[in-house]
């Protein structure tokens, strides 16, 4: 059965039109649904030539127990960094000064307002050389969104004033 994305134009966002995750695109819509639910948001940017954001939708997006466990525990919302270059830059920025690292697929996990507070790039389907199971990063996502809302808050503000400061100053070069 078809979700939210079957609606959408974007190649990339159709791609993911059938997954089993309750996908919803960028907009008021997840983000009311989030504040109302008072869930936090996983979003996931991508493109369609990517190839670690295809073997993520075959190892987690596809597969109906880590969707049910998306499902339940987030409002999922899917970006294609190719029509929404604003909002990758804002969230590829945030991940960056959280991790580290950066790249795509990117998995930020959000505030019901936007706010980040844990995001990386690619998740394996279990444990692997160091970088937790994909699962293991949404149980820890939930956790912490429901037991250390100051913690959540607090840090991805600074992280979100810093990047539009940045990203203001950047649109001048």
Known sequence: MPNRLAKETSPYLLQHAENPVDWYPWGEEATSLARLRNKPILLSIGYSACHWCHVMERESFEDHTVAALMNELFV??????EERPDIDQIYMKAVQAMTGGGG????????PEGTPFYGGTYFPPVPHQGIPSFTQVLRAAADAYKTRPDD?????RKVISSNQKSICSDKGN
Do not use: E, H, S
């Not at 999922?76 to 960094?81: F, Q, S």
């Not at 795509?104 to 505030?111: C, I, Q, V």
């Open 104 to 111: 795509w697929p990117l998995t930020a996990f959000l505030t």
């Open 152 to 156: 959540v808050r607090g840090p991805g």
């Open 76 to 81: 999922n919302v899917k970006v294609d960094r």
